[in-house]
């Protein structure tokens, strides 16, 4: 297992549509652990082979009881209610935008060795479904979002917010 350097937005490989992934092999293997290491080492919710460079359909997503799940060319198959609440990306340090989502993602996958499998998750495990897909398509979160905040305005925001509820 190795770590993986994440690219940031202005790689031109972020803007690219990945290939299925044909072949269910040691190579595969290896590229699902080490985006597994990548991403617990940056302590994110989810990563796409994309964002290492590489153009194949593979995420990693941290469901809600903490597992990475393992999805190999992914499909969203269903979604249901809506969700919104700011985002961000490992491939888009330190910025965070307000983008909508569905409350219930249900996507169809493979795994490490080729079965077929579906997963379903709520709030932010549907958000980090949808999310990551994208990245298999060229898209990131800041196409959906009116404006990007810094990590200071979004922490003045939530912190806002928060002494707002309590009152």
């Not at 190579?27 to 290491?37: P, S, T, V």
């Not at 469901?63 to 969700?83: C, F, K, S, T, W």
């Not at 330190?94 to 077929?116: E, L």
Request: aromatic letters at 4%; charged letters at 30%.
């Amino acid at each position: 297992m190795a770590l993986r350097t994440i690219l940031t937005d202005n790689d031109p490989a972020l803007h690219k549509s990945c290939r299925p992934v044909t072949r269910f092999d040691g190579r595969l293997h290896d590229l699902i652990d080490d985006l597994k290491e990548t991403l617990a080492q940056a302590n994110g919710a989810g990563l796409a082979a994309p964002q290492v460079g590489i153009l194949r359909r593979v995420v990693i997503v941290v469901d809600d009881q903490e597992n990475m799940l393992e999805l190999v060319n992914p499909e969203l198959i269903a979604q249901e209610g809506e969700q919104e609440g700011f985002e961000g990306c490992l491939s888009v340090p330190g910025r965070w935008g307000v983008v909508k989502r569905p409350q219930k993602a249900r996507v169809r996958a493979q795994d490490r060795n080729g079965a077929f499998f579906e997963v379903e998750g709520e709030g932010i495990v549907a958000r980090c479904f949808c999310h990551e897909l994208e990245h298999l398509d060229g898209h990131l979160f800041t196409e959906h979002t009116d404006r990007l905040y810094t990590s200071e305005e979004l922490d003045e925001l939530l912190q806002a917010q928060e002494e707002e509820e309590e009152a």
